[in-house]
């Protein structure tokens, strides 16, 4: 067994699987999630499947991969966040028929991101990516929520965290853990910014008082000045 991702074998028709730790494309200290260590664990027994979620995210490319193995798995696939679903984990969240959040975890989106070198031919390439990455998350949260795409790209440009209550509210989750009401209560629901943050703690400086105008400078020549000259000509 894993330490960091492992399935637990409840009977022959359902299974529960851990995503724990880091999503990378290959393992490096032994404890990241890898497309490799997903599909031997996936495959290795049939029947419905709950997959519990908490991850920081990782590599956008390897939870594509393992966002495509649930959805094309045959069985019903049930996600369950009971930490954080953060950047690519988020995206593999939305691959449940069902998801739930436990009333202490967190949800969260952002623009992808990278590392580039080189010029600008270089930089304008490494933007273009990006971009096109971007559009191939929110098809996945376009898919699951059924929020405009327009929308989906506010929530990432301003690195939106959701709890439980408004993740379900815009549809990131359908259900929250451990409550007996089917209807959760959305009055208590919370949607944190990185941006809107910025901006409110921006506002909230104190503001400059105005300055008293200063009265403007006299230019010119003194009329004493202008006296004594013509009483000079005029001798």
């Known amino acids: 067994m894993r330490k960091f991702w492992n399935w637990v074998r409840d009977s022959d028709e359902e299974r529960t699987l851990y995503l724990n730790g880091v999503i990378s494309e290959e393992t490096w200290w032994g404890d990241e999630v890898t497309p490799k260590i997903f599909k031997d664990e996936l495959l290795a027994g049939t029947g419905d499947i709950t997959v519990w979620i908490n991850s920081p995210g990782g590599d956008v490319f390897a939870a594509a991969q393992i966002y495509n193995m649930l959805m094309e798995y045959t069985g019903k696939v049930t996600v369950k966040i009971d930490g954080l679903a953060a950047s690519a984990a988020s995206v593999i969240a939305m691959a449940g028929g069902d998801v739930y959040m436990s009333p ?47 929308k989906l790209s506010h929530l990432m440009d301003a690195e939106s965290w959701m709890n439980a209550n408004k993740a379900i509210e815009l549809g990131f989750a359908d259900k929250i853990m451990f409550m007996e009401s089917e209807t959760p209560d959305l009055t208590d629901s919370l949607i944190f910014s990185r941006m809107a943050v910025t901006n409110s703690l921006i506002s909230k400086l104190p503001k400059q008082p105005k300055q008293p105008k200063q009265p403007k400078q006299k230019t010119g020549t003194p009329i004493e000045s202008l006296d004594k000259r013509l009483s000079l000509i005029s001798h």
């Open 104 to 150: 202490v975890s967190m949800l969260m989106i952002h623009n992808p991101s990278t590392i580039a070198i080189g010029d600008s031919e270089e930089m304008m390439r490494a933007k273009a990516l990006l971009d096109e990455v971007k559009e191939s998350i929110i098809n996945a949260y376009e898919l699951k929520t059924g929020l405009s795409r327009t």
